[in-house]
């Protein structure tokens, strides 16, 4: 279960829990030889315990947590630095903070507070003694390498399956083609030399924009598209994490081509201010997307503190997630999904850097059922999702899960264990709503 406590602020969402549910059942696949397993995402990437105060902090979420309290309030010892004026950039992140800052506060203290009530946030660690995972991920090595193979016609740029009908992997061509899981199982399957955990009914293309096109050629039109692009900043450029695009280039992106008629486009975007205003005024406006709401991925510890103060002049624990409508004409065609603003989405957040919590069911109510879902600049797999990326596959490496064989084909429903095609079932309960 993903969406553990509803409300009308916003949501607790359980990250590691919505991971480890698509993948209770998977095959695994060496050779023609399978065999079945269950698969759970490490839970340690999400044990992050303690809030990271610097500073003197005047509110924090605790819901009488008076121990938390305290030692979020103890003065910290400060360097003495030279008074100098704020620029542009800092005054509009402060005003920005001063708008939105009760919001925050008032809506994460409802929703710790419950989440509490339900047994979450107690601040419980697992006893795990192995190390984060820190796979090196080469992927965008790859597609850089595979610009240099020929293009494919457009005519034969079809969807290929992961597994072929009777059950063995294909050639497949990841950098041109669309790759698809069409069965009700997760499988686990070597790629590249690697071995990936790939969810049931998912698809995805592993290329950067010079390769994009068999994205477009695919011919789906989608109802939800997610967007969290590498923003260029400071961190980026002296860690080299991960390489960043110049906002310009995300025009570039053929959302028009991809959006269905009133699709819901869903940006993430960093606290720097001049991105929101390049996503709200420029970016949306130039692929006809109109924007109706901001949203906030609001970060907490395991139990229930801001993972970093709140008025930490410096990073703040929350992003801001811009939503829009593609193409949309009317008042009657926005009032069947209506959306609204600065609406919370609060968890723990992992510790594996650019891990973003899943959308898919904070975002359902708003496209309806059976929507068509795309992300880009996709870092991990969903299950009936499209992705794209040039790291699309980096969470989806086996380092990140824990597999346990299954004893006997007994755990896995015939029809399933034969990898046949299908719609994924999964059970969910019925999250708790608060007002």
């Given at each position: ?23 209770s ?29 610097s ?21 910290a ?18 005003a ?138 400071k ?8 390489s ?12 028009p ?9 869903v ?48 990073k ?47 975002l ?31 969470f ?38 608060v007002?």
């Amino acid at each position: 279960m993903s969406v553990v406590v509803p409300s009308t602020r916003g949501c607790f969402v359980d990250a590691c829990s919505f991971i480890d549910q698509c993948y209770s059942r998977c095959i695994r696949w060496r050779g023609d030889q399978k065999s079945p397993v269950s698969c759970c995402f490490k839970r340690l990437c999400f044990q992050m315990s303690e809030s990271h105060f610097s500073v003197n902090v005047s509110a924090a979420p605790h819901g009488g947590n008076r121990d938390a309290l305290q030692k979020a309030d103890r003065p910290a010892k400060k360097r003495k630095r030279k008074h100098r004026e704020l620029n542009q950039g800092e005054i509009d992140s402060r005003a920005f903070h001063e708008k939105i800052r009760s919001a925050i506060l008032e809506g994460t203290k409802s929703l710790v507070d419950s989440a509490k009530l339900l047994g979450h946030l107690n601040g419980e660690m697992e006893a795990v003694k192995e190390a984060l995972p820190c796979q090196a991920c080469n992927l965008a090595s790859l597609c850089d390498m595979a610009k240099e193979l020929p293009l494919v016609d457009e005519k034969e740029v079809c969807p290929q399956l992961l597994v072929d009908e009777g059950g063995c992997m294909s050639n497949l061509d990841l950098f041109s083609r669309v790759t698809e899981n069409a069965v009700d199982l997760a499988s686990v399957v070597t790629l590249m030399g690697e071995e990936y955990v790939i969810p049931p009914h998912s698809a995805f293309l592993l290329s950067d924009f010079t390769r994009i096109q068999p994205l477009v050629h695919y011919g789906k039109r989608f109802d939800l598209i997610v967007i969290d692009p590498p923003w260029e900043n400071k961190s980026v450029k002296r860690s080299r994490r991960y390489s960043s695009l110049p906002s310009s280039q995300l025009r570039r992106l053929p959302v028009p081509c991809l959006a269905s008629p009133n699709s819901l486009v869903v940006t993430w975007v960093t606290n720097r201010p001049s991105h929101l205003r390049f996503v709200c005024e420029e970016l949306y406006p130039h692929w006809g997307v109109q924007v109706v709401a901001e949203w906030y991925w609001v970060k907490v510890t395991t139990a229930g503190q801001f993972v970093f103060p709140l008025d930490s002049p410096h990073k703040k624990p929350y992003e801001t997630l811009v939503l829009g409508r593609y193409g949309s004409s009317s008042s009657s065609e926005t009032s069947k999904f209506p959306l609204e603003d600065q609406r919370l989405i609060v968890s723990v957040p992992s510790s594996l850097h650019s891990q973003k919590p899943s959308l898919a069911e904070v975002l359902k109510p708003y496209v309806g059922a059976g929507a068509k879902c795309l992300e880009l600049f996709a870092r991990n797999l969903q299950p009936g999702w499209t992705s794209w990326g040039n790291e699309v596959l980096r969470f989806q490496h086996t380092s990140y899960f824990t597999l346990t064989p299954l004893d006997d084909q007994a755990d896995t429903p015939k029809d399933e264990a034969t990898g046949s095609p299908g719609k994924p079932s999964h059970r969910h309960r019925s999250p708790t709503t608060v007002e």
